[in-house]
């Protein structure tokens, strides 16, 4: 089956960056449109940006200009380049993909989510 696991979070000082990849692993025909959303404490959870199988790329209003989403088909990944970190970037990241394991029917599929926490 298809397994997607994050990696690249802890701790940073504002002003500072962290790279995250969420890489899915299995039997995989093709994956379309992958995402990455943010949860912070007593908060709802949040898209913060999408990238499609064409390399569009779409990002909420408070992460342009300082976030960059991209993906390797090659290698299956998705990664999110975030800098200029802020406090209120403080959240769990969840990577989020549709993955067709065959020609015909996708599935959609989460990652464990990855801690990021922006403190002085």
């Known amino acids: 089956q298809v397994q997607l696991v994050e990696s690249g979070g802890g701790l940073v000082q504002p002003g500072g960056s962290l790279r995250l990849s969420c890489a899915a692993s299995g039997s995989i025909f093709s994956i379309n449109a992958m995402c990455w959303y943010r949860q912070a404490p007593g908060k709802q959870r949040e898209l913060v940006a999408t990238i499609t199988n064409g390399g569009r790329t779409n990002y909420v209003d408070s992460v342009k200009g300082r976030f960059t989403i991209s993906r390797d088909n090659a290698k299956n990944t998705v990664y999110l380049q975030m800098n200029s970190l802020k406090a209120e970037d403080t959240a769990v990241y969840i990577c989020?993909?549709?993955?067709?394991?065959?020609?015909?029917?996708?599935?959609?599929?989460w990652g464990q989510g990855a801690q990021v926490t922006v403190s002085s």
């Open positions: 989020d993909a549709d993955i067709f394991a065959g020609p015909f029917a996708p599935s959609q599929y």
